[in-house]
């Protein structure tokens, strides 16, 4: 019998953060290593966030336990700003603060999935998902979409892949790793869709602040009402705020969902550090200013990017609407001959531009369809133009 159990032994590492750790670790090992790997804003955590975590420090009522399920005015500033983003009205009991986005998505499974359950995944999809699903004894369910559809699903490919034990719809707009953004109409009809057959939604919105150009993101159970009592929404500050290292997301569900959800994080991790959580009711509570000058950034480093990548030969690029993530395709390169040696997968061409261009980027094995690759454009202007042309010169030589 193997010593750890089959249950965790089944759990890979993150991918993305493997590649993340593997730049950084050549990077210190002298190698100018560029890294697009990691989800993660280059700029600074917006002061007055700082300075409310510096003066929470000093409160001793800080310094304590705190409730299980978030401060009561976190919770209850999340359910206004919930109100004031997406037009959602929530009470404040319907919110449970959690470690991070990444706890939400975990807890969310935890709380509506028994065995044998099936949850629809639309593909290219985030890496922490498949996971977070199979502990509980989930069933993952891939709906995958290509460029051909900018990487969204139809409610026709959904009715396909739903079961009798279809439970839940996980819903990731705008997604990481593709960028793509539902437009409303569709965000409606994949609820309505969901309403009608009595599947629950878990809506990942934790980038709803960073779209681009004419794209608009809408919640679901704005668009479709009734789905509120079938939904679990998913949010955080890490990618609005640049708070990706202080740990503060929340999900938003029916009460009875949030109030088991709140039994489970009582034994996990219990309240989520107190100084982060004030630093998160500043943030939600603030104005959006500093988002909006990330956006224009983030936004001007996108049209650079896929610029730069649709000039490759063999690699294509849809213009992604949303996040900080560009997903091309590198199918045409796979199988050709680049300096002596062959890649027939992305996680093969990956580790030779790695090697070669001294570029990290994150093979679309990880995101549930080989023959892409993910580069985060959340780094500076002068790197993006400096690691795209660096691997640009390199798949250049395909022959
Ligand atoms: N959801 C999506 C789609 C993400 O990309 C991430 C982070 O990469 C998260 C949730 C969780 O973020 P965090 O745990 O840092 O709040």
Redesign the pocket.
């Known amino acids: 019998k193997s010593r750890v159990s089959a249950r965790i032994g089944g759990i890979s590492e993150s991918a993305t953060l493997a590649v993340d750790a593997k730049a950084k670790a050549l990077k210190a090992a002298g190698r100018p290593v560029i890294g697009f790997g990691a989800?993660e804003p280059d700029f600074p955590t917006p002061q007055a966030i700082v300075d409310a975590a510096i003066a929470a420090c000093s409160d001793p009522k800080n310094h304590r336990y705190s409730p299980a399920a978030g401060l009561p005015e976190l919770r209850e500033a999340i359910a206004t700003k919930t109100r004031r983003d997406s037009d959602y009205t929530v009470q404040a009991s319907q919110v449970l603060v959690t470690n991070?986005?990444?706890q939400a998505?975990y807890q969310a499974f935890q709380t509506l999935i028994d065995p044998g359950d099936e949850v629809l995944l639309p593909a290219p999809y985030?890496t922490t998902y498949p996971e977070a699903i199979t502990l509980p004894g989930g069933v993952p369910v891939v709906v995958s979409a290509d460029e051909s559809t900018g990487y969204l699903v139809s409610v026709e490919q959904l009715e396909a892949a739903r079961t009798p034990r279809t439970k839940v719809l996980l819903f990731?707009s705008p997604s990481?790793p593709t960028g793509a953004i539902y437009p409303p109409e569709q965000v409606e009809a994949i609820g309505r869709w969901a309403v009608e057959h009595g599947i629950w939604v878990v809506t990942?919105e934790?980038?709803e602040h960073l779209v681009y150009g004419d794209a608009r993101h809408v919640s679901m159970p704005t668009v479709v009402p009734e789905l509120a009592d079938t939904c679990v929404v998913?949010n955080?500050v890490?990618k609005t705020y640049a708070m990706?290292g202080w740990r503060v997301?929340w999900m938003i569900g029916p009460s009875d969902v949030i109030k088991a959800a709140s039994n489970l994080q009582s034994h996990l991790s219990s309240n989520v550090a107190n100084v982060s959580q004030r630093a998160a009711l500043e943030a939600v509570s603030g104005s959006l200013d500093a988002v909006a000058e990330m956006r224009s950034a983030f936004d001007r480093r996108r049209r650079k990017m896929v610029e730069l990548l649709s000039a490759i030969p063999g690699v294509s690029c849809p213009e992604p609407q949303g996040a900080f993530y560009a997903y091309p395709s590198v199918k045409s390169l796979l199988g050709k001959e680049i300096r002596g040696l062959r890649p027939q997968t992305s996680v093969e061409l990956a580790a030779l531009v790695l090697e070669q261009a001294e570029v990290a980027v994150v093979p679309g094995e990880a995101f549930g369809t080989p023959g892409y690759f993910r580069l985060s454009y959340a780094l500076g202007d002068e790197d993006l133009v400096t690691g795209v042309t660096r691997m640009a010169e390199l798949l250049a030589e395909a022959k």
């Open positions: 989800g991070g986005g990444k998505v985030w990731n990481n990942d934790i980038y998913l955080g890490a990706t997301g």
